[in-house]
Structure formats: structure tokens, C-alpha cells
């Protein structure tokens, strides 16, 4: 798209690009169409993300620019819009506001479609995807907190509502979903959660943590052995992975995965088969794969420590969790449900909340988790958990 002011200085003579428009709503296509309808731009429609690959795969590769109803009636966006950078890298997508046919740009204000494609064509700018965050931020502008929020999780700050609205929108697919965030800030509760609100919640939900098992060990834990593959192994063992068949596995701290044993990884992903250390089947399995990781995995491919093709195939929906350094309006809540869950019948006093508001939280959740279960204990008889009993 970096091309587009050169290809257009005279676009009398060139071919005009294409300008395609998904949406499930009528009336903002044909809106859209009427607006754009410009000799640079050749418009198509489509009703759904189905139909769009249709035309993208026949028109190949070529520079395009997607708007996009995030609203849309076979994929959810996220999905959508990872599988159209994946397989059609130079088509640009813009996500439209399904009410009034304007552009989501993050947290800024919308932008008119005409404008924003005439600056790039006319400027010589780039369109850069949207990213998840702003297509989630309509889903909580439009549905009520209540339908948003997630069972087991405490927190109303505009960055948690963001991953809940997250959450939901990719629970009910089958779509793999790399959850980010540093250490202690409920990675983990992201995707259990995800698994029990999905179709999958009566099935297996299987943890591997891949930072927990020695690298000699992952492989068998994960892809399970034959009898005889190796000293000791006196009968034959399925796998975590097999074990988790109908339901959800979970690859804890991903990044941690050892470069040779992430090849493999792969091929179960694309292939959705395993094959046991020292046997010769290819067993077929149906599970949705969950992994999450505190570390940059961008920033490891860039050192070889990750592969770079895994790192695309695992990051297709990615939700993001926040520091709690970053939402500390949520440590009141958070905090009361420490204590309703160590001790109900205590209370929190507003020099003890003060002092938790003031402290950055390197540790995350589970750092005020531990401060607020010490404080329980320390205030021995009392009925009231003061700034002296909170030790951090």
C-alpha cells in the first residue's frame, strides 16, 4: 500500500484498486458505494466473511483496502480479519462502525471512510490493521457491563472490559487464542474462562505449563509414548494433548517451549494430529488450543528463540491482559474479593485501601492476592484489616 500515491498520479491510466465492502447491513453498503464510487476505486460488496474469501482468493494477492462490518454473520472478527492477513498480506483492512459506516481507529475519533482511503492513496500513507482492541471497544459501547464481564473475573476498568468483550466474541469458535500479560495477571482465568463459556465447557479442559516440565520430559507429557520408546517406558501412554480430545488444552508460558520441540507443535495445530514418541500412528484429535506467555514473542522470533511460523499460527486472536499498574481502579474490587474469599467477615479500612492504591504492583494480581491473605491473618482478632497489616 506504500505504492498507492505512485500507481495513482495519473489513474486514468492505470487500474483502479479495489475497494471491497463487507457487511451484513444493506443500506451501509450501498451508502459506502454511493460515497466511493470514484474511477480509482473499483467497489465490490459482500455479506459475509465467506464471501470475501471467495473474492480474495480470485483475485489474488493484490493491493486492496477491506472495510469491514465487525458485525459479521459467519466469522467473528478477529478471526476474520487474522485469516485475511495471513493468506492476503497486502490487502488493508479498515474496521467500519456498524451504525454509522465510519472508521474504528483505536481510541480516536471517527475518521469518514472517503477521507481517510483518499489520504492514503493521495498522501502516499499507509492503512495499518485495526487492531482487536478498537473492534472490541464497539462490542462494550453496545452491550450493557453485565453481559460483558466474565464469572471469575473481578474488575470493571476499560481495560479488562476489553479483554472480557474479547473473550466472549472468541470463546464461541474454535479459533486458537495466544492470551499475553505479565506474570500474575490472570492469563490463566482468560482461558479457562474462555473454555466454560464455549461449546466445548462439558469436555476436558488440560493445563500444560511449558515453563513447569523439563524440556527432556515436554515431549512424551504432550504427544504421550509407545511401549518400549524409551528406558522405562514399560506400556504405552497417550498424551495431554490427546487427553484434551473434545475439549480445550491449555499451553501455559508458551514461550518457554524448547525451539525443537515447537516444529511439532506446529504440525499438530495445522494438521490436528499427534503422534506418540516411538510409535508409528498418526492419531487424529479435536482440540482448541489455548496458549499464553508473559514473554515477547516477536522479540524472540527476532532472536530465533521462538519460530516465526508458530508464533502467526498461535496469535490469530490474541487477547491482551493489562498490569494491574494499569488499572488500579480495580483494586478496591479486587481486594474485597480477597477478603470475602480468606475471611467475609472482615472489612477493609480506607487507610489499608490507600496504601494498596499507592504501591505499583510489580507482582500483579497475584502479589495483592498474597498481601491481602497476610493481612488476614495479621489482624489476628480484629474485625478490620488496617494500613499496619498490609505488608508489602
Known amino acids: 500500500m506504500a505504492t498507492l500515491a505512485a500507481q495513482y498520479v495519473r489513474f486514468e491510466d492505470r487500474n483502479p484498486i479495489d475497494v471491497l465492502v463487507v457487511s451484513p447491513n444493506a443500506r451501509l453498503r450501498e451508502g459506502l458505494h454511493e460515497k466511493l464510487n470514484a474511477p480509482r476505486w473499483n467497489m465490490l460488496q459482500a455479506t459475509s466473511g465467506a464471501e470475501v474469501l471467495r473474492i480474495l482468493r480470485s483475485r489474488g494477492d493484490e493491493d486492496g483496502v477491506l472495510l469491514m462490518d465487525p458485525s459479521l454473520p459467519d466469522l467473528e472478527a478477529g478471526e476474520f480479519q487474522g485469516i485475511v492477513r495471513e493468506r492476503y498480506p497486502n490487502t488493508q483492512i479498515l474496521v467500519l462502525n456498524s451504525h454509522t459506516g465510519q472508521l474504528l481507529l483505536g481510541s480516536a475519533s471517527p475518521t469518514p471512510v472517503s477521507k481517510k482511503i483518499a489520504d492514503v492513496i493521495n498522501q502516499g500513507g499507509s ?59 490472570g492469563k490463566d482465568m482468560i482461558a479457562q474462562e474462555t473454555h466454560l463459556i464455549s461449546a466445548r465447557r462439558n469436555q476436558p479442559f488440560v493445563v500444560v505449563n511449558c515453563a513447569a516440565i523439563p524440556d527432556t520430559l515436554l515431549e512424551a507429557e504432550l504427544f504421550g509414548y509407545a511401549k518400549g520408546s524409551f528406558t522405562g517406558a514399560l506400556q504405552s501412554r497417550i498424551g495431554r494433548i490427546h487427553s484434551a480430545h473434545g475439549g480445550t488444552l491449555f499451553l501455559d508460558e508458551i514461550g518457554d517451549m524448547p525451539l525443537t520441540l515447537q516444529s511439532k507443535i506446529l504440525r499438530f495445530l495445522e494438521q490436528g494430529e499427534v503422534q506418540r514418541l516411538g510409535g508409528n500412528d498418526n492419531l487424529k484429535v479435536d482440540v482448541r488450543v489455548i496458549a499464553a506467555t508473559n514473554s515477547d514473542l516477536k522479540k524472540r522470533v527476532a532472536q530465533q528463540q521462538f519460530r516465526e ?73 480484629g474485625d478490620e484489616i488496617k494500613a499496619e497489616h498490609i505488608m508489602l
Open 127 to 185: 492503512l495499518r490493521p485495526v487492531p482487536l482492541s478498537a473492534v472490541s471497544e464497539t462490542q462494550v459501547r453496545h452491550q450493557p457491563a453485565a453481559a460483558i464481564r466474565l464469572r471469575s473475573m473481578v474488575g470493571d476498568s476499560e481495560p479488562m472490559m476489553r479483554a472480557y468483550a474479547l473473550t466472549r466474541m472468541v470463546a464461541a469458535r474454535d479459533t486458537t487464542v495466544l492470551v499475553t500479560g505479565e506474570s500474575g495477571t
Open 309 to 381: 511460523d508458530l508464533y502467526y499460527r498461535l496469535a490469530i486472536f490474541p487477547i491482551h491482559l493489562p498490569p494491574l499498574r494499569k488499572r488500579l481502579s480495580d483494586v478496591e474490587d479486587l481486594a474485597l474479593a480477597f477478603i470475602a474469599r480468606f475471611r467475609p467477615a472482615l472489612t477493609l479500612s480506607q487507610e489499608a485501601l490507600d496504601v494498596l492504591m499507592q504501591h505499583s504492583w510489580p507482582g500483579n494480581v497475584r502479589e495483592l492476592r498474597n498481601a491481602i491473605e497476610r493481612a488476614t491473618i495479621l489482624v489476628g482478632d
